[in-house]
């Protein structure tokens, strides 16, 4: 009961509303659609639920981030999504480990569950854009190599991938836009699945979750920029 409670206490109303609700649509939809593909279930739940520890500004998000970039990269290369299963686990997942360490080093005001939020300048931008250009032609090139399946839609994936994971790590309000640019992208690739495989539709649900996730992710780490900075003028 006491766990209950903190729980309730640590989340608001709307945020426990969006927590319930992804948690129904995606078993609803693994019912409907599925019924075989548990690891696409359980990658769907842990991402949820990372997803709200992120917008909370939350480290331990981070850590679920890990655990959902190895499963989700096993789904992937199920369907010979190969750029998805490379980027999850040669970028996405140690980038979150990365951010973890990132953000932990960082709490706000000395609370470990809120992390410090950062703005980049607009040299770091240039820089990252810079490097997300070169990171983007590697990848396509490996990506070819593995004869990946959707190849334009799965290059576009690193990319938008590669600037949340960048942003996540420099602890930016915008790491959540996008990843919910990334969503957008992940939609189109399972949509495009689903066409052979109609259980994929679940994979489908589940990135439509993440992408209202990372929508309010992005509201309320603005809201919690502006009550730090807010904050700091008071000290």
Partial sequence: MKKLKAVTEYFTKNELILLISSVVLIILSFIVFDRVNYLTLIASLIGAVSLLLNAKGNPAGQLLTVVFSIIY?????????????VTYLGMTAPMAVFSFISWIRNPYNGNRSQVKINRLSRKEIIFMLFLTSGVTVLFYFILSFFHTANIFFSTISVTTSFIAAYLTFRRSPFFALAYASNDIILIILWTLAAISDISYLSVIICFIMFLANDIYGFINWKKLQQRQAAGNKAD
């Fill in 73 to 85: 990269s096993i789904i992937s290369y199920s369907f010979c999504y190969y750029g998805e299963m």
